[in-house]
Structure formats: C-alpha cells, structure tokens
C-alpha cells in the first residue's frame, strides 16, 4: 500500500522540487486505501503535523473500531456520527439498539467533511508548534525550498 505513495512522493519532492507539505495532501486523497492501515506524520523543525483516514464506518476520528457489535455480534452493522459541535467526540450506534458515545482525544483536529455530514476522508492534527508554523511552510514561495 505504501509503495505507490512513496513512489509519488518522492518524484514530486526530489524531481519536481515541490514541497511536501504543500503535496502531501493532495497525494493522501489518492491514496485513500494507505489510511486504513497508518496515519502520516510531516515532522519539521517548526511544526510536526499527523494526517489521520476517518471512515464512517471502519476509522471514525482516526479511532480502529471492531467490526463486529459487542450487544448483539453482528458484523458491520455498527454506524457513527460526531456529536454536536465537540470536535472528537463521536457517537457510535447498532440497529441492536447500542449507543456508546466516546472520546477520540483529539479536540483541536481538522476534520474532513462531506456534503452529506458523514466523515470520510484524511483529517489533520497538529503535534507541536503553532498552527502560524503550517502556515508559513504553505505560503513559502518555490524559491525557499527549491535546494537545486
């Protein structure tokens, strides 16, 4: 699964001298089957960022849900929605009538958003430095990391 991100990666990072973190999410949305298995961190000397899959189904809140209900034992039934405005707080629910509701820890997490509510996608969060830091690193013109 890491092989074809890796191969983008590194051609547009040491080919097409593009920056990674203005690439790399981006590449993610290509490589939806590589969040199943690993988050991706960008560690750098001013900020380090984790970029996490949420499914609504198998990775709610980047969390590993089991796939079968602990109540009744069906597989896949369980189904999941965030709770109110509380970023990372999701409520897990099975036609067996189970409602658990928990907490993912990671509050100040950029969840991705459909149109339709339901979260499927690469969220982010930010490990160390400032939300500033990505900032900078995103505007950097061409010029600043372009080392050739």
């Known amino acids: 699964m890491a092989t074809p991100f890796l191969m983008k990666l590194m051609i547009k990072t040491y080919i097409e001298c593009f920056s990674i973190s203005r690439i790399l999410p981006d590449l993610l949305k290509e490589e939806e089957g590589l969040g199943a298995h690993t988050s991706i961190l960008t560690l750098c000397p001013s900020f380090g960022l984790e970029y996490f899959w949420c499914h609504k ?11 079968q209900c602990p109540k009744c034992a069906v597989l896949c039934s369980m189904t999941f929605t965030t709770v109110g405005q509380r970023a990372g707080t999701y409520k897990a629910l099975c036609p067996c009538g189970l409602t658990v ?6 509050a100040d997490a950029k969840l991705p958003q459909t149109a339709d509510g339901s979260i499927t996608s690469w969220g982010s969060h930010l490990w160390f430095g400032s939300p500033v830091a990505v900032s900078k690193a995103w505007d950097a013109p061409h010029s600043a990391y372009n080392v050739s």
């Open 57 to 67: 189904s198998l990775r709610p809140l980047r969390e590993l849900i089991p796939l």
């Open 101 to 106: 509701e928990k907490d993912a820890k990671i």
